[in-house]
């Protein structure tokens, strides 16, 4: 991985907002209605070429393909993968703020991850569409090809979260599920990273998954839970380069009360055993705005990369540069500036419909945390 060396590196944590177009489009096949494949096909291939185009003017210096062709950043596999064909049906979890402010809850109707349905995993999980894969790939590379940024990154999801979403009516164990889906996605992570891309896992699981789906655990048996997901996530990355691989974790794209969220404290030393060299995390928002904090007395691993959110992802408010800034000065500051590089806390589009953020409000949230790298650069420079 490019690393700061005589500036403050940009890049974001995957999603990003897609046309309306091709919302439809996406809208059709996961509502599985009379879908063109043709179309779909080439309608992503055009995206990606205009959103890796976009970040490269904007100024992201680390760039992916914004996740165009998925509906959502974890369920994506479903059309990928045998072992999901029964009902879909909203399979969320009642989360522990909901509880405490039911009104709150009761009043966010919009299409969100949430409340999208998805189906259960009630057979053996297998490839049925590995092509798209190689589809995934070859859009971004071709995207890619003769852009000048620093590096390109791919997404995919981490068995932890993949079972979040659509959860395990097949296997004896949880953990029988969530080998099996590690067996399987394997293939995809060691794709990506064959390729020559970045590849970044995404592990929400390892932390937003303590208010919801473990809700009913104390803090340290959800640690438990967490130190099994991160030994499922290094035997599926096993065979790759940790220098190659960055692994993003989250407490939730979300707009709410997040007052039960897991302390980055509690769990931090877990996940830095995780293989990949790269940590992409929360660090904007009103919840986990403070926890650069937790660094002065948590050392950061020899090549380790920090990669904190400098952007909030669930508010329109834009981030002055200056803000922006101060936030990567005060990691710089603690874990040295060549071990930062500058992020957005989430994806600006997790599901393809369900932001909040207005697509021209996220690329100049974006371009705001270029112009703040930029003076952050000035004073560590």
Same mark, same amino acid.
């Given at each position: 991985?490019?690393?700061? &060396?005589?500036?403050?590196?940009?890049?974001?944590?995957?999603?990003?907002?897609?046309?309306?177009?091709?919302?439809?489009?996406?809208?059709?096949?996961?509502?599985?209605?009379?879908?063109?494949?043709?179309?779909?096909?080439?309608?992503?291939?055009?995206?990606?070429?205009?959103?890796?185009?976009?970040?490269?003017?904007?100024?992201?210096?680390?760039?992916?393909?914004?996740?165009?062709?998925?509906?959502?950043?974890?369920?994506?596999?479903?059309?990928?993968? &045998?072992?999901?064909?029964?009902?879909?049906?909203?399979?969320?979890?009642?989360?522990?703020?909901?509880?405490?402010?039911?009104?709150?809850?009761?009043?966010?109707?919009?299409?969100?991850?949430?409340?999208?349905?998805?189906?259960?995993?009630?057979?053996?999980?297998?490839?049925?569409?590995?092509?798209?894969?190689?589809?995934?790939?070859?859009?971004?590379?071709?995207?890619?090809?003769?852009?000048?940024?620093?590096?390109?990154?791919? &997404?995919?999801?981490?068995?932890?979260?993949?079972?979040?979403?659509?959860?395990?009516?097949?296997?004896?164990?949880?953990?029988?599920?969530?080998?099996?889906?590690?067996?399987?996605?394997?293939?995809?992570?060691?794709?990506?990273?064959?390729?020559?891309?970045?590849?970044?896992?995404?592990?929400?699981?390892?932390?937003?998954?303590?208010?919801?789906?473990?809700?009913?655990?104390?803090?340290?048996?959800?640690?438990?839970?967490?130190?099994?997901?991160?030994?499922?996530?290094?035997?599926?990355?096993?065979?790759?380069?940790?220098?190659?691989?960055?692994?993003?974790?989250?407490?939730?794209? &979300?707009?709410?009360?997040?007052?039960?969220?897991?302390?980055?404290?509690?769990?931090?030393?877990?996940?830095?055993?995780?293989?990949?060299?790269?940590?992409?995390?929360?660090?904007?928002?009103?919840?986990?705005?403070?926890?650069?904090?937790?660094?002065?007395?948590?050392?950061?691993?020899?090549?380790?990369?920090?990669?904190?959110?400098?952007?909030?992802?669930?508010?329109?408010?834009?981030?002055?540069?200056?803000?922006?800034?101060?936030?990567?000065?005060?990691?710089?500051?603690?874990?040295?500036?060549?071990?930062?590089?500058?992020?957005?806390?989430?994806?600006?589009?997790?599901?393809?419909?369900?932001?909040?953020?207005?697509?021209?409000?996220?690329?100049?949230?974006?371009?705001?945390?270029?112009?703040?790298?930029?003076?952050?650069?000035?004073?560590?420079?």
């Amino acid at each position: 991985m490019k690393r700061s &060396t005589d500036r403050i590196l940009t890049t974001h944590t995957g999603s990003l907002p897609r046309s309306v177009p091709l919302q439809e489009l996406l809208r059709q096949r996961e509502e599985q209605r009379e879908f063109d494949e043709a179309s779909f096909r080439s309608s992503v291939g055009e995206a990606v070429a205009e959103i890796v185009a976009r970040q490269r003017d904007t100024g992201i210096d680390v760039v992916n393909d914004g996740e165009q062709g998925r509906s959502q950043y974890a369920t994506y596999v479903k059309e990928r993968l &045998t072992g999901f064909e029964g009902e879909r049906m909203v399979r969320s979890y009642t989360r522990l703020d909901d509880a405490d402010f039911p009104d709150y809850a009761a009043a966010q109707t919009h299409m969100s991850s949430r409340n999208m349905p998805q189906p259960a995993c009630t057979g053996p999980i297998a490839w049925k569409d590995w092509p798209a894969v190689e589809r995934d790939i070859r859009n971004l590379q071709e995207a890619a090809a003769g852009q000048q940024v620093e590096e390109v990154f791919m &997404t995919a999801a981490s068995p932890g979260v993949i079972a979040n979403f659509l959860p395990n009516e097949y296997y004896a164990t949880e953990e029988d599920y969530l080998y099996a889906l590690a067996d399987v996605m394997k293939d995809e992570y060691n794709a990506i990273a064959s390729a020559g891309l970045l590849l970044q896992i995404d592990c929400p699981d390892l932390a937003m998954t303590r208010v919801s789906q473990y809700s009913h655990l104390s803090v340290d048996e959800f640690k438990k839970i967490v130190e099994s997901h991160v030994e499922v996530i290094n035997y599926a990355l096993a065979d790759i380069d940790p220098e190659r691989m960055r692994l993003h974790v989250c407490w939730g794209n &979300t707009e709410g009360p997040h007052h039960h969220d897991v302390p980055l404290r509690e769990i931090v030393d877990i996940v830095l055993r995780a293989r990949p060299m790269g940590l992409a995390i929360e660090g904007a928002n009103p919840r986990h705005g403070h926890e650069w904090k937790v660094w002065e007395d948590v050392t950061l691993p020899d090549g380790k990369l920090l990669m904190p959110g400098v952007l909030d992802t669930t508010t329109n408010f834009i981030e002055h540069p200056e803000l922006v800034a101060q936030r990567i000065l005060n990691y710089a500051r603690v874990v040295g500036r060549e071990n930062v590089m500058a992020t957005s806390d989430c994806g600006f589009g997790t599901s393809a419909w369900g932001r909040k953020v207005e697509t021209n409000i996220a690329w100049a949230k974006l371009a705001a945390m270029v112009e703040g790298a930029r003076i952050a650069s000035q004073e560590l420079w």
